[in-house]
């Protein structure tokens, strides 16, 4: 499993690398993919719940928010408005065709517009920032590591659970693991980014990206996980050989990507 988990990680980053790097449409391209996939995958995750949102308003949505987000920020809140209306509209129909759980499918509709579509955008308002290359590369990698430590440590120190009903692995030994790892790394990224990069960060800001990173991503984990415990399903889908699902790779980078724009816009721009 690990050695199927990491050819995964290794062709993701193959393709991904590139984007990031590059930046501009093709990233926004790529960020659309991603957001798109795990808006249908969201979509199906709560049909086996016995929910019934719009496929076509999730997806839909999701990707007009978010290029809307990127190219036309000023119209963005209208945008978002129309869709809930719309939504609304969609699911009172469907209540007075005898859906009698319409305006719960109504919630779910909405909230996965505004989740995956308005926090989503914030992965590419975070790589659009002034010197956004070399922050996306502070935060997000800060997140990666931390996931690994809290993996590692956990497997090898966990014994006392972190949060029993939603996922049952997880370890607050591990978590702490994780936590340590993601400052550092948080470090050594302000560090190499200092002398190789263009980015103006101390070694104690890197700290406090690190921390905050690893610190509270874990509850886009968590948060999913409810969703697929809800649906009584393991992975999202298994569009990712090892690691499941879209949904299932993104979950912590929409935290990652919301706490880190707002990180480095208040305290280092």
């Excluded at 929910?51 to 209208?78: K, N, W």
């Excluded at 607050?172 to 050594?188: C, F, I, Q, S």
């Excluded at 790779?249 to 280092?268: M, N, Q």
Aim: include cysteine; hydrophobic fraction near 55%.
């Amino acid at each position: 499993m690990l050695a199927k988990r990491f050819a995964t990680a290794l062709v993701l980053a193959a393709i991904g690398l590139p984007a990031i790097i590059h930046g501009g449409f093709f990233f926004l391209a790529l960020m659309a993919f991603f957001l798109g996939c795990a808006a249908w995958e969201y979509v199906h995750l709560f049909r086996s719940a016995r929910f019934q949102p719009s496929m076509v308003l999730v997806v839909g949505g999701v990707l007009g928010v978010l290029a809307v987000r990127t190219l036309y920020p000023a119209d963005a809140s209208a945008v978002l408005t129309g869709l809930i209306l719309l939504a609304m509209t969609v699911h009172l129909l469907a209540y007075e065709k005898g859906r009698d759980q319409a305006a719960a499918d109504f919630a779910v509709t909405v909230t996965g517009i505004a989740y995956l579509g308005w926090v989503g955008a914030y992965l590419v308002k975070l790589r659009n920032l002034p010197d956004g290359l070399w922050w996306f590369f502070l935060v997000l990698p800060a997140v990666w590591l931390a996931d690994s430590g809290a993996y590692f440590v956990g497997r090898r120190f966990g014994r006392r659970q972190l949060s029993p009903r939603l996922s049952p692995k997880k370890t607050w030994e591990g978590y702490w693991g994780g936590v340590v790892t993601g400052t550092l790394g948080g470090v050594l990224f302000a560090w190499l980014w200092q002398h190789y990069g263009h980015l103006n960060v101390t070694l104690l800001g890197g700290a406090l990206i690190g921390l905050v990173m690893s610190l509270l991503t874990t509850l886009g984990d968590l948060g999913e996980s409810m969703i697929k415990r809800q649906a009584g399903i393991k992975d999202s889908s298994h569009i990712f050989p090892g690691h499941g699902g879209v949904f299932d790779r993104i979950d912590t980078w929409l935290w990652a990507s919301a706490l880190g724009y707002y990180l480095v816009s208040w305290f280092f721009l």
